[in-house]
Every structure is written in C-alpha cells, then in structure tokens.
C-alpha cells in the first residue's frame, strides 16, 4: 500500500527555519505532481504549495516569498523550505500526491509545525 511519510516538523521560534520531507513509500513519485496543505487549529485544510512532475512550481500568497518547495525524484522526496516563521504558520502540514497539481489522491498523516512569538 502506498504511504507518504512526512518528516521534519517541531517547535521554532518566529523568524527560524524548517525543513519538511516527504517520501513515498512503495512507489516512485517522480512523475507526480506533489502538493503540501495545512491545517490550523479551528480551520480547513488550505494549500501552501506544489510542485509538478516536471519542477514547475505553485505557492500560496501566505508563503511566497518564505517556503520553497522542490524535489530530488532520486530520493523519491520532497521538500519545503520555511524561513522566516510567523506563528501564523503553526498547523499541521500534510504532503499529497497526485496526477497532476491540484488533484490530489494519496495524503500524509502530517507534522506538526508549532511557531513561538
């Protein structure tokens, strides 16, 4: 059964970094488009990023600017870079995969990223 396991999620004060991963297990995601969501406390799922099988990049307005998204299809892995963290961006962040951007089949169990002020 295919799984995406995400990684790299923890507490950072506001202005610090993180490093999310996302790797499938079972399957080669390289012709995938893959796509990061999060979910605060009391709120829906909303997106944050992608990126298509071809490296072609999408990002929320929230974001841009601070996340990079990107994936090394050798490691079957992707990542997102966050820098400058507000504790606005405290949520559970959940990896997705799909045929293309925006459909979205296969979900993480997600990470929690928890921004201090």
């Known amino acids: 059964q295919v799984q995406l396991v995400e990684s790299g999620g923890g507490l950072v004060q506001a202005g610090g970094s993180l490093r999310l991963s996302c790797a499938p297990s079972g399957r080669t995601f390289s012709r995938f488009a893959m796509g990061w969501f999060r979910q605060a406390p009391g709120k829906d799922r909303e997106f944050v990023s992608a990126i298509s099988s071809d490296g072609y990049t999408y990002y929320a307005d929230s974001v841009k600017g601070r996340f990079i998204i990107s994936r090394d299809n050798a490691k079957n892995t992707v990542y997102l870079q966050m820098t400058s963290l507000k504790p606005e961006d405290t949520a559970v962040y959940y990896c997705?995969?799909?045929?293309?951007?925006?459909?979205?089949?296969?979900w993480g169990q997600g990470t929690q990223v928890t921004v201090s002020s």
């Open positions: 997705a995969a799909g045929g293309v951007v925006g459909m979205y089949d296969i």
